[in-house]
């Protein structure tokens, strides 16, 4: 029935756990048109879809947000090893 073997629901799973939510809705829209009868399938594209939409936000905030972050959580670091030396 598939013309792609690959194209499994098993292998859209690996690539969501992964973290490749594109890829994994591509191969969950490919299964839905030869089964679109399988609720399991549209819940899965549901899940990976809203993943992707939160990666999507995550990488639109930008270099140098990330870098105040990064700075803030070094210097929480930093002070937790001040307390550490305090014990």
Do not use: C
């Amino acid at each position: 029935m598939n013309e792609n073997p690959t194209y499994t629901a098993t292998m859209a799973k690996i690539y969501a756990d992964q973290g490749h939510f594109e890829k994994a809705a591509h191969i969950y829209r490919y299964l839905l048109k030869l089964e679109p009868d399988r609720q399991e399938l549209d819940d899965a594209l549901f899940d990976v879809e809203q993943k992707l939409k939160e990666q999507k936000k995550t990488r639109s905030v930008g270099p140098a947000l990330l870098f105040e972050k990064w700075i803030e959580l070094l210097l929480h670091y930093r002070n937790l090893q001040k307390l550490k030396k305090l014990k």
